[in-house]
């Protein structure tokens, strides 16, 4: 894994330190904010939250997951998040289109990245 990603994903969950950044993953561009393993199980949880008794247990799981790795040490990550997040495959509109959505991705299955977000237009 790249040790230069991996400290903004470590700044991102230890710090809060968010960042505009463009992934190369297996010749699609993911796009969006770096945010923290935390931030990410809060929003999927809340997703789940009010709903039958199957998606109540599915948020608290979730919510438990997300206070382990705030109180986590962090130092292994497996996992890079991200907000307002956006796939780009060959010449198409990006996935989704609209709207703003959470992406959680494997850090070993980055090939690579530059800082910035593509937007289209």
């Keep these: ?41 809060d929003s999927a949880s809340q997703s789940f939250d009010g709903g039958n008794d199957v998606s109540k247990q599915i948020s608290n799981k979730l919510s438990q997951a997300s206070q382990n790795a705030e109180d986590q040490n962090q130092e292994d990550v497996s996992y890079i998040h991200l907000k307002n997040a956006q796939v780009y495959n060959g010449d198409s509109s990006p996935t989704p289109a609209e709207g703003q959505f959470f992406w959680r ?9 530059f800082l910035g977000r593509i937007a289209s237009e």
């Design 105 to 113: 991705g494997r850090m070993d299955q980055v090939d690579g990245f």
């Design 1 to 41: 894994m790249d040790d230069l990603l991996m400290t903004y994903v470590k700044a991102a969950n230890q710090h809060g330190f968010s960042l505009d950044i463009t992934l190369n993953i297996n010749g699609a561009l993911v796009t969006g904010t770096t945010v923290s393993a935390q931030k990410y199980l």
